[in-house]
């Protein structure tokens, strides 16, 4: 698969050309690939790649530059009596905290996502949020995770909302953009898919369906939404965008399923840490622990494990 | 009693578990419309109990478990791996509360226990006399296993002060010990007893503020599988106590091995087992007590599920 394509798009799409969803449809796939029994060595392959396709995350207002460090390290080196393991793909932070993770993970490969944008409300003036990403980008982001205005995209001021995300794409320069569309925000599916074609069309390289601040978080029908409509902007467009479910998914079990339905949506070429995240924090340990339960054949305990 | 138990592929097809409250003798009055039909029991589902809940095995496997003189009385839920895992999680989730509520409190809540099986006592004796025990003899253990409860409830705001103690040092320091719950504690209920005996496992190690995963007796499950619904009905928070019925060889090591297990409890007398316990324990370091003849009500019982915490206090200058 190539990339092609500079965007060349100045106009939101209107809800009245994107597809309508099938809700009931979208639930029952949804159970249908939920129900898939991964086992034995398939397992172990994808619960490797469900590490190396974390972000792992810290976004609380308690957060410290030695917190920071403790997650920057932990990434690094997940647990120390597994052989080959991958190194989570990113951590995920504030743009405050972006220069102490540059420090912390030095020249490990492991990429630095910062939360931008007035996150994670959204509620800013565009200038305020442009600045916020200059300045993450500046400290050495390697990729910025943007929020969408959801009061205005509710309003039905799709343009602004597009506008505001092409110029968000703009100021990360060769920083990776990432659009947070908060799903939990929006309400129906129909909502969804019209966000997610809004943000490809405005040049994201990802979209990511939320904060994790908002409940419900992430949840596999609203996956399978974006992901469809990544395949449909793909066949338009000839432009891969990555998937980044974020929030509430804590359980390796879970995770895998998010995998099937990647695999059966969009297929091998999204199935790497380029095309694929999962935000999470507690996700890493649970696979962690699964690994070594594969390994041992004992059921594991969180208390040998690192706090992360 | 071995041979009471056969495992079954498909449901068997259960007989009236015949109870004080509802004696055979009363089946006519028991007919409704139409005045032709007799009317059909409804036989209790006995599922585990996991997290508050009433689960049945996710493994879909049954054993069938019959009477005295070897009717089929319940298909019993034959518990996997999966189960137990399952039941851990539960336990773990509800250490924190339980380890960090009230000794009133716990006390309070065994008494509530205590109450509750009071109130149940006919169904219990019901159960007992079905499995063979005559009518005064599972009298006797409803009311040694109520008697039970109410000893460790007296005893959940005193074992502190029986077990603790100011340590005499050659240093200036105060130095003292105290006692904390061990953690999550997987026990395998005695084969005998199966309701005095159940008790008499969970009690100690509840009342000391620790969560528990039993497996009831292989041979006699009913009372203990029927004792959940005593717990539920308690105040006692869901994954403090969870229930489990199956073969032993099946779990025993798993009860043994699992990590996020801090002490094991053994109740019988089969060496094999007991190596298989000692040795699958030794991975965490686990707690292991092996108990040949169900435990008397003892303070100690509470002893044995508990760590000693030492503190050194430095004083003067």
């Known amino acids: ?308 | 009693m071995d041979k009471n138990i056969k495992t079954e592929e498909r449901f068997a097809q259960p007989a009236n578990v015949e109870t004080a409250s509802a004696p055979k003798t009363a089946k006519s009055k028991l007919r409704t419309s139409p005045a032709s039909a007799p009317r059909l029991g409804v036989e209790k589902t006995y599922k585990l109990y996991i997290n508050g809940k009433f689960p049945r095995t996710e493994s879909g496997r049954y054993f069938a478990v019959t009477d005295a003189k070897g009717r089929i009385v319940a298909n019993m839920c034959r518990a996997s791996r999966k189960d137990f895992r399952e039941a851990v999680v539960a336990a773990r989730a509800a250490f924190s509360g339980w380890s960090s509520a009230s000794a009133y409190l716990r006390g309070q809540i065994l008494y509530r226990v205590a109450e509750m099986l009071e109130g149940r006592s006919e169904q219990f004796v019901g159960e007992l006399t079905t499995m063979g025990l005559s009518k005064r003899a599972a009298a006797q253990e409803v009311t040694a296993a109520i008697d039970c409860i109410v000893y460790y409830a007296g005893w959940t705001d005193k074992y502190q002060q029986i077990f603790s103690s100011v340590n005499p040092v050659a240093s200036s320091h105060f130095n003292f010990s105290i006692l904390e719950p061990t953690g999550v504690v997987s026990t395998i209920a005695p084969q005998e007893k199966c309701l005095l005996g159940f008790v008499s496992e969970i009690a100690p190690i509840i009342a000391g503020g620790n969560t528990a995963v039993a497996l009831a007796s292989e041979e006699n499950p009913l009372c203990a599988v029927s004792f959940a619904e005593v717990l539920h009905s308690s105040d006692v928070p869901p994954g403090v106590v969870n229930i489990l019925s199956g073969f032993r060889d099946e779990l025993t090591e798993q009860f043994a091995s699992h990590m996020d297990v801090n002490a094991v409890i053994y109740n019988g007398e089969d060496m094999n087992a007991i190596k298989l316990v000692q040795e699958q324990a030794a991975n965490n370091i686990k707690r292991v007590i092996i108990r040949k003849k169900p435990a008397a009500p003892d303070p100690y019982q509470i002893m044995d599920v508990q760590e000693t915490k030492t503190t050194w206090h430095p004083i003067g200058g």
């Open chain 1, 1 to 308: 698969m190539t990339q092609t394509a500079p965007r060349t798009e100045t106009i939101a799409p209107a809800p009245d050309h994107v597809v309508s969803v099938d809700q009931v449809g979208i639930e029952e796939r949804v159970a249908r690939l939920g129900s898939r029994s991964i086992k034995k060595s398939s397992k172990v392959q994808a619960l490797k790649l469900i590490l190396s396709q974390i972000d792992l995350t810290t976004l609380e207002g308690q957060d410290t530059p030695g917190k920071v460090r403790q997650l920057c390290h932990k990434a690094m080196s997940l647990h120390d009596t597994l052989p080959d393991i991958p190194h989570v793909a990113a951590v995920c932070v504030y743009p405050m905290m972006v220069a102490e993770a540059k420090k912390a993970l030095g020249d490990s490969g492991i990429h630095i996502a910062s939360v931008a944008t007035a996150f994670p409300s959204g509620m800013a003036t565009t200038q305020a949020k442009l600045d916020e990403i200059k300045l993450a980008v500046a400290e050495g982001a390697d990729e910025i995770d943007m929020v969408i205005s959801r009061g205005k995209f509710l309003q039905g001021e799709y343009q602004a909302v597009f506008d505001e995300i092409v110029l968000c794409k703009e100021a990360c320069g060769d920083a990776h953009l990432k659009v947070i569309l908060e799903t939990g925000e929006l309400g129906t599916l129909d909502r969804v898919r019209h966000a997610s074609d809004l943000a490809m069309h405005a040049g994201a390289d990802f979209i990511k369906t939320s904060t994790g601040k908002i409940q419900p978080a992430a949840t596999l029908p609203v996956t399978l939404v974006m992901l469809q409509a990544i395949r449909d902007y793909y066949y338009e467009t000839g432009r891969m965008v990555g998937m980044k479910p974020a929030g509430g998914i804590s359980k390796a079990k879970l995770a895998i399923q998010y995998l099937v339905t990647l695999r059966e949506t969009l297929g091998e070429a999204w199935m790497t840490p380029e095309w694929f995240r999962f935000g999470a924090s507690s996700l890493a340990n649970d696979v962690l622990m699964q690994l070594q339960k594969q390994q041992t054949g004992v059921y594991q305990s969180g208390d040998y494990f690192s706090k992360d």
